[in-house]
């Protein structure tokens, strides 16, 4: 079955780095879309990034545009997420999901898109 398995989370202080790793077992993981979400502590479940299915689209929400980077390694399954100038707000649970791609820039930044999701990792900022 398929499977999505987020790592890389822990504890940073503001202005830290952190790089998550989402590794994906069942899928054909070229035939899929990927993309990050967080949900912070009493908040929504909120887009983070995404990226099409061989790297050459990405989308990034405006709250981590220009300090996070999605990328991907299709021979390793993987999708990552490189977050710099951490800041406390970034604190939440980081999902990665998985889209079947529909056409070459495919990269969703809804939800309700994406067919499969991993179990997230903590993410914690401190101040």
């Known amino acids: 079955q398929v499977q999505l398995v987020e790592s890389g989370g822990g504890l940073v202080q503001a202005g830290g780095s952190l790089r998550l790793s989402c590794a994906a077992s069942g899928v054909i993981f070229s035939n899929y879309a990927m993309g990050w979400f967080r949900q912070g502590p009493g908040k929504e479940r909120e887009f983070v990034a995404a990226i099409n299915w061989n790297g050459d689209y990405t989308y990034y929400a405006d709250s981590v545009k220009g300090r996070f980077t999605i990328s991907r390694d299709n021979a390793k399954n993987t999708v990552y997420l490189q977050m710099s100038s951490l800041k406390p707000d970034d604190t939440a649970i980081y999902y990665c999901?998985?889209?079947?791609?529909?056409?070459?820039?495919?990269?969703?930044?809804?939800?309700?898109?994406?067919?499969?999701w991993g179990q997230g990792t903590q993410v914690t900022v401190s101040s």
């Open positions: 999901a998985a889209a079947r791609s529909s056409y070459t820039s495919y990269r969703p930044i809804v939800s309700y898109e994406y067919d499969y």
